[in-house]
Nanobody
Framework: QVQLEESGGGSVQPGESLSLACVAS???????MAWYRQAPGKQRELVAR???????DYLESVKGRFTIDRDNAYRKITLEMNNLKPEDTGVYYC????????????WGQGTQVTVSD
Protein backbone atom coordinates (compact mmCIF):
# COMPACT_ATOMS: atom_id res chain seq x y z
CA GLN A 1 0.00 0.00 0.00
CA VAL A 2 1.39 3.36 -1.01
CA GLN A 3 2.24 5.86 1.70
CA LEU A 4 2.62 9.63 1.53
CA GLU A 5 4.75 11.58 3.96
CA GLU A 6 4.54 15.36 4.26
CA SER A 7 7.13 17.68 5.75
CA GLY A 8 7.87 21.38 6.00
CA GLY A 9 5.04 22.79 8.06
CA GLY A 10 5.60 25.33 10.80
CA SER A 11 4.64 28.65 12.31
CA VAL A 12 5.31 31.90 10.46
CA GLN A 13 4.20 35.51 10.46
CA PRO A 14 1.96 37.01 7.78
CA GLY A 15 3.88 37.76 4.61
CA GLU A 16 6.45 35.03 5.17
CA SER A 17 6.97 31.86 3.17
CA LEU A 18 6.97 28.10 3.72
CA SER A 19 7.71 25.12 1.52
CA LEU A 20 5.95 21.81 1.94
CA ALA A 21 7.09 18.50 0.51
CA CYS A 22 5.36 15.16 0.08
CA VAL A 23 7.27 11.99 -0.72
CA ALA A 24 5.54 8.84 -1.92
CA SER A 25 6.65 5.30 -1.16
CA UNK A 26 6.24 4.33 -4.81
CA UNK A 27 6.44 5.97 -8.21
CA UNK A 28 4.14 8.91 -8.91
CA UNK A 29 4.61 8.77 -12.67
CA UNK A 30 1.19 9.13 -14.28
CA UNK A 31 -0.45 10.00 -10.96
CA UNK A 32 -2.50 13.11 -10.28
CA MET A 33 -1.24 14.62 -7.02
CA ALA A 34 -2.71 17.36 -4.88
CA TRP A 35 -2.49 19.41 -1.71
CA TYR A 36 -5.53 19.91 0.48
CA ARG A 37 -5.91 21.82 3.73
CA GLN A 38 -8.28 21.82 6.63
CA ALA A 39 -8.73 24.74 8.96
CA PRO A 40 -10.23 24.26 12.44
CA GLY A 41 -13.98 23.82 12.21
CA LYS A 42 -13.96 23.81 8.41
CA GLN A 43 -14.13 21.18 5.71
CA ARG A 44 -11.04 19.99 3.90
CA GLU A 45 -10.51 21.96 0.69
CA LEU A 46 -8.41 21.51 -2.42
CA VAL A 47 -5.51 23.96 -2.48
CA ALA A 48 -3.58 22.88 -5.57
CA ARG A 49 -3.45 19.97 -7.98
CA UNK A 50 -0.95 18.84 -10.58
CA UNK A 51 -1.72 16.39 -13.34
CA UNK A 52 0.55 13.71 -14.74
CA UNK A 53 1.53 16.18 -17.47
CA UNK A 54 2.27 19.00 -15.07
CA UNK A 55 -0.91 21.00 -15.58
CA UNK A 56 -1.83 22.82 -12.40
CA ASP A 57 -4.88 24.38 -10.87
CA TYR A 58 -5.31 26.31 -7.65
CA LEU A 59 -7.81 27.46 -5.09
CA GLU A 60 -8.71 31.02 -6.11
CA SER A 61 -7.48 32.54 -2.85
CA VAL A 62 -3.95 31.15 -3.27
CA LYS A 63 -3.41 31.92 -6.95
CA GLY A 64 -0.26 33.94 -7.46
CA ARG A 65 1.04 33.04 -3.99
CA PHE A 66 1.31 29.23 -4.01
CA THR A 67 3.08 27.01 -6.52
CA ILE A 68 2.72 23.23 -6.78
CA ASP A 69 5.39 21.20 -8.53
CA ARG A 70 6.35 17.57 -8.98
CA ASP A 71 9.60 15.68 -9.31
CA ASN A 72 8.84 12.19 -10.51
CA ALA A 73 12.45 11.08 -10.15
CA TYR A 74 12.25 11.65 -6.39
CA ARG A 75 8.58 10.57 -6.06
CA LYS A 76 7.90 14.01 -4.63
CA ILE A 77 5.56 16.94 -4.90
CA THR A 78 6.09 20.33 -3.32
CA LEU A 79 4.03 23.35 -2.41
CA GLU A 80 5.80 26.67 -2.29
CA MET A 81 3.74 29.15 -0.26
CA ASN A 82 4.57 32.84 -0.38
CA ASN A 83 2.99 35.90 1.21
CA LEU A 84 1.19 33.70 3.70
CA LYS A 85 -1.94 35.01 5.37
CA PRO A 86 -3.64 34.03 8.64
CA GLU A 87 -6.45 32.42 6.62
CA ASP A 88 -3.89 29.97 5.20
CA THR A 89 -3.62 28.38 8.63
CA GLY A 90 -4.56 24.72 8.76
CA VAL A 91 -3.38 21.18 8.41
CA TYR A 92 -2.05 20.55 4.90
CA TYR A 93 -2.50 17.10 3.40
CA CYS A 94 -0.90 15.50 0.41
CA UNK A 95 -3.17 13.36 -1.77
CA UNK A 96 -2.44 10.93 -4.56
CA UNK A 97 -4.91 9.36 -6.97
CA UNK A 98 -3.13 6.04 -7.36
CA UNK A 99 -6.19 4.17 -8.59
CA UNK A 100 -7.65 6.36 -11.37
CA UNK A 101 -11.34 5.79 -11.93
CA UNK A 102 -11.76 4.56 -8.38
CA UNK A 103 -13.04 6.63 -5.45
CA UNK A 104 -10.01 5.46 -3.50
CA UNK A 105 -7.31 8.05 -2.92
CA UNK A 106 -4.28 8.06 -0.67
CA TRP A 107 -3.71 10.70 2.00
CA GLY A 108 -0.67 11.70 3.96
CA GLN A 109 -0.83 12.26 7.70
CA GLY A 110 -0.84 16.05 7.36
CA THR A 111 1.46 18.86 8.41
CA GLN A 112 0.44 21.93 10.40
CA VAL A 113 0.84 25.41 8.96
CA THR A 114 0.17 28.33 11.30
CA VAL A 115 0.26 31.95 10.17
CA SER A 116 -0.09 34.51 12.94
CA ASP A 117 1.49 37.67 14.33
Amino acid sequence: QVQLEESGGGSVQPGESLSLACVASRSIVGIVMAWYRQAPGKQRELVARITRGGITDYLESVKGRFTIDRDNAYRKITLEMNNLKPEDTGVYYCQGDFVPGSPTVTWGQGTQVTVSD
